[in-house]
């Protein structure tokens, strides 16, 4: 059964766990941004822009930083 929903960007894509916080990251196709959810509370905290139609997200082992793969761009973003 379905639990709760949380809103994040338009067409959220590619989810991930940080392994050291636990929060939740998506990258939002449509909107150009990406999306940090606390998963304690299921309620988004920050939404940030990225660039044109990001698709995956990777954290890296640390927890510190986010790399988002961006189509319409031919880039990765590192957000820190």
Do not use: C
């Amino acid at each position: 059964d379905v639990k709760s929903w949380i809103g994040v960007g338009e067409f959220p894509h590619g989810a991930r766990i940080n392994p050291i916080t636990g929060d939740l990251y998506t990258a939002n196709v449509k909107d150009g941004t990406m999306s940090i959810v606390d998963t304690s509370t299921n309620k988004e905290i920050k939404r940030i822009p990225v660039g044109n139609s990001p698709i995956q997200v990777a954290i890296s082992q640390d927890g510190k930083k986010a790399y988002v793969t961006l189509a319409k761009d031919s880039a990765v973003a590192v957000v820190d």
